[in-house]
Nanobody, 127 residues
Framework: QLQFVESGGGLVQPGGSLRLSCVGSGFPLDNFAIGWYRQAPGKDREAVACISNYDGSTDYADSVKGRFSITTDVAKTTVFLQMNGLKPEDAGVYYC????????????????????WGQGTQVTVSS
């Protein structure tokens, strides 16, 4: 089964930056799109960003456009989420998941059923 290890979270002041990493546990990521989700306390999990390792296409939630950037390394083993200009509303636990390599968008992510979630990485934005 597909599982991921997320890392890179932490405590940052508003306006600060973090870079999250997502690594597949024992399998390559080049046959998937990889999406980042986040969940704040008391709220539903929401789709944040995705990248296709098939064609390199990306998509972002409106709330993070212009501030977040999703990339993959050359070997397609790790997906990064660079988060700049962090706001308190960006706080939550961030998770990644595998999605279809073609046609994945934020809308697709929001309707996709992920069977196994990793432990995620906590992002706290506070002064």
């Amino acid at each position: 089964q597909l599982q991921f290890v997320e890392s890179g979270g932490g405590l940052v002041q508003p306006g600060g930056s973090l870079r999250l990493s997502c690594v597949g546990s024992g399998f390559p990521l080049d046959n998937f799109a990889i999406g980042w989700y986040r969940q704040a306390p008391g709220k539903d999990r929401e789709a944040v960003a995705c990248i296709s390792n098939y064609d390199g296409s990306t998509d972002y939630a409106d709330s993070v456009k212009g501030r977040f950037s999703i990339t993959t390394d050359v070997a397609k083993t790790t997906v990064f989420l660079q988060m700049n200009g962090l706001k308190p509303e960006d706080a939550g636990v961030y998770y990644c998941a595998a999605l279809p390599p073609i046609g994945t968008t934020i809308l697709v992510m929001s309707k996709w059923t992920v069977e196994n979630w990793g432990q995620g990485t906590q992002v706290t934005v506070s002064s």
